[in-house]
């Protein structure tokens, strides 16, 4: 973070980086931070994935994962839990994993109740659902795991916010699951009933890999306008809008001055920030736009790019 004297204005940071891999020209001195805030109703949507064979893939997400599928058409599916589409899927036969490059570290599931998740951890033992971990983060309680193509995937409850909210940074940490307390709010785990995701379930936050997390700052918080809710220089940072512990990590385990996924990699396509209302919207692709970069219309919304050449398209939950 950076700091400037007491009762200053804001700190310079000289800031020139080339990005040829990804046609990124980011050439400015910035201000820390520049920007005002992005809009505290802020909320992550769905994530788009390149997979390798999407029946395959359909497969695991309808039976380990607890998600509906809502829409299949020419290669292409999207699945949600309740009304809410999280996540869609793109088929691209042969396509590998490409985990030591920049894109998704994992996307996350955020259950409505620690007993949606206790639910669903208890269908995973049942069914011998490979885990890659279980953590408890003190902001949340979380089980970790993957995707046949390699594509990271978190289920989570947060704590109540009065526990954490404002001392993310102070709180944040990571230490063992306690399973057994998670599962005794369950009558049973043996014969809990799991139905798939609990209605409710949101795209809690994406966590990503990228080639620098000090250049991550800038832009999440210096462009877009996420608050910097913990940082752990040189490798991590965690963004966060409203006062939420996190929207969008980033770090650099292994993914340290890495470049993009190339062609036929099966990795993240996109994923989805979703704001307020249009002008909100646009006043923060208007941001992008001013940092030196051309914002670009698709389909959903407005796309734009980190610096790790990660695609975000900025979309709104309603149109004024």
Same mark, same amino acid.
């Given at each position: 973070?950076?700091e400037? $004297?007491?009762?200053?204005?804001?700190?310079?940071?000289p800031?020139?980086?080339?990005?040829p891999?990804t046609? +990124?020209?980011?050439?400015?001195?910035?201000?820390?931070p520049t920007?005002?805030?992005?809009?505290?109703?802020? &909320?992550?949507?769905p994530?788009? !994935?390149?997979?390798?064979?999407?029946d395959?893939s359909?497969?695991?997400?309808?039976?380990?994962?607890?998600?509906?599928?809502?829409?299949?058409? @020419?290669g292409?599916a999207? !699945?949600?839990?309740?009304n809410?589409?999280?996540?869609?899927?793109?088929?691209?036969?042969?396509?590998?994993p490409?985990? =030591?490059?920049?894109?998704?570290?994992?996307?996350?599931? !955020?259950v409505? *109740? =620690?007993?949606?998740?206790?639910?669903?951890?208890?269908?995973? @033992?049942?069914e011998?659902?490979?885990l890659a971990g279980?953590?408890?983060?003190?902001v949340s309680e979380?089980v970790?795991?993957?995707?046949?193509?390699?594509?990271?995937?978190?289920?989570y409850?947060?704590?109540?916010?009065e526990?954490w909210?404002?001392?993310?940074?102070?709180?944040m940490?990571?230490?063992?699951l306690?399973?057994?307390?998670l599962?005794?709010?369950?009558?049973d785990p043996?014969?809990?009933?799991?139905?798939?995701l609990?209605a409710?379930?949101?795209?809690?936050?994406?966590?990503?890999?990228?080639a620098?997390?000090e250049?991550?700052?800038v832009?999440?918080?210096?462009? !877009?306008?996420? *608050?910097?809710?913990?940082?752990?220089?040189?490798? &991590? @940072?965690?963004?966060?809008?409203?006062?939420?512990?996190?929207?969008?990590g980033a770090?650099?385990?292994?993914?340290?001055?890495?470049?993009?996924? $190339?062609?036929?990699?099966?990795?993240?396509?996109h994923?989805?920030?979703v704001? $307020?209302s249009?002008?909100?919207?646009?006043?923060?692709?208007?941001?992008?736009?001013?940092?030196g970069?051309?914002?670009?219309?698709v389909?959903?919304?407005?796309?734009?790019?980190? $610096?790790?050449?990660?695609? +975000?398209?900025? @979309?709104?939950?309603?149109?004024?």
């Amino acid at each position: 973070m950076s700091e400037g $004297p007491a009762g200053a204005g804001t700190t310079k940071i000289p800031y020139e980086r080339e990005y040829p891999k990804t046609g +990124l020209s980011w050439i400015r001195e910035m201000s820390a931070p520049t920007t005002e805030s992005i809009s505290a109703m802020t &909320a992550m949507g769905p994530v788009h !994935l390149t997979v390798a064979d999407l029946d395959r893939s359909l497969a695991y997400y309808r039976d380990a994962i607890g998600l509906d599928v809502r829409e299949r058409e @020419a290669g292409r599916a999207s !699945l949600g839990a309740g009304n809410e589409e999280l996540l869609a899927l793109v088929e691209e036969p042969d396509a590998r994993p490409a985990p =030591r490059h920049t894109g998704l570290f994992h996307f996350a599931l !955020l259950v409505p *109740e =620690r007993a949606d998740l206790a639910r669903w951890l208890a269908h995973a @033992a049942r069914e011998r659902v490979p885990l890659a971990g279980m953590s408890d983060h003190y902001v949340s309680e979380a089980v970790y795991l993957g995707d046949p193509d390699g594509h990271g995937i978190e289920i989570y409850a947060d704590r109540p916010r009065e526990v954490w909210e404002g001392r993310v940074m102070e709180r944040m940490t990571t230490e063992p699951l306690d399973v057994n307390g998670l599962l005794a709010e369950l009558d049973d785990p043996a014969i809990a009933p799991f139905d798939g995701l609990a209605a409710g379930t949101v795209m809690g936050h994406v966590h990503l890999q990228v080639a620098s997390a000090e250049d991550a700052v800038v832009f999440y918080r210096d462009v !877009l306008g996420f *608050e910097v809710m913990a940082e752990f220089v040189p490798s &991590a @940072a965690f963004f966060g809008a409203g006062g939420y512990h996190h929207h969008v990590g980033a770090n650099t385990w292994r993914s340290r001055g890495a470049t993009p996924p $190339p062609p036929g990699s099966a990795a993240l396509r996109h994923a989805t920030i979703v704001l $307020p209302s249009t002008s909100e919207r646009d006043r923060v692709a208007a941001r992008v736009a001013d940092a030196g970069q051309e914002p670009e219309s698709v389909e959903g919304g407005v796309l734009v790019r980190d $610096p790790s050449g990660t695609a +975000l398209v900025l @979309a709104t939950s309603s149109a004024d």
